[in-house]
């Protein structure tokens, strides 16, 4: 009886209340959903294009989704952000050089002749005092400061060359060297390979040493028995060797950096 039943209501002729009472259905209920069904056929095909259309916004939405997350992602991925950084410091160092330069210029330009050497001694004794691979750190530092500023150390090093005279090279040379030689064995050795890797890093001219040749003839005016004790002070070192010099070479001026043990 029960699956008979069931049977008819599949068919829509019986209905079952909560208390399990059967009883048929209305002619009019049965005529109202067979037309509730065909207006569902009628309105199907408006019913596909609704759905079309919620894709195409889906996916649209999707899209916009996906492409603020490629915007985020290359806003926070650590290699660009690391790059964009360092392109931000460089740029906050090249202002800061480009002031910190500007200042310099003013503060030597307003100081007398005097007041420069007093500073231009102090500084010297500072470095001086420094051990070779401070020295060679301090030279990188301001080399370092100059460059962001545009400067070329090779430029620079020309003409701070070229701007001193012949006698202010000779006796720069000449002192240097004195004071080159006194140094120990192991401190000429360490300031030897600091300052050709600095001017190797920086494209320095390296100092022009000639190689004595063998087959020279002997100089009629050379005295081959002439020491020059380089431990003496360094007025006398001076003296002999500029008398050297201008013996050697006629009085033509000689490549100044020749003696220059540790040439700037």
Do not use: C
Not at 1 to 12: F, I, K, P
Not at 143 to 155: C, K, N
């Amino acid at each position: 009886m029960r699956a008979h039943l069931q049977a008819l209501a599949a068919h829509q002729l019986v209905v079952v209340d909560a208390h399990g009472r059967w009883k048929a259905t209305e002619p009019s209920s049965v005529i109202a959903a067979a037309a509730v069904d065909q207006d569902a056929g009628a309105a199907w095909p408006e019913r596909v294009a609704l759905e079309q259309l919620g894709r195409d916004r889906q996916d649209t939405i999707r899209w916009v989704v996906a492409s603020e997350r490629r915007e985020y992602r290359a806003v926070v991925d650590p290699t660009a952000r690391r790059h964009r950084w360092q392109a931000q410091r460089q740029q906050a160092l090249t202002r800061q050089a480009k002031v910190d330069l500007a200042r310099q210029k003013a503060w030597w330009n307003g100081l007398g002749d005097h007041a420069r050497r007093v500073q231009t001694a102090a500084a010297a004794a500072v470095f001086a005092a420094l051990s070779p691979t401070e020295q060679a750190q301090r030279k990188h530092q301001l080399a370092v400061r100059r460059a962001r500023v545009g400067l070329v150390e090779r430029d620079r090093h020309t003409a701070w060359w070229q701007a001193l005279s012949s006698q202010e090279q000779d006796k720069r040379s000449v002192t240097r060297a004195w004071a080159y030689h006194r140094l120990p064995e192991d401190t000429r050795a360490s300031l030897a390979s600091t300052w050709s890797e600095h001017r190797a890093r920086w494209d320095l001219p390296q100092p022009r040493r000639t190689p004595p040749s063998p087959t020279a003839p002997a100089r009629p005016d050379a005295t081959p028995d002439l020491v020059i004790d380089l431990t003496g002070p360094p007025e006398e070192v001076q003296d002999t060797l500029l008398d050297l010099l201008t013996t050697a070479t006629s009085g033509r001026p000689l490549g100044r950096e020749l003696v220059a043990g540790s040439a700037r």
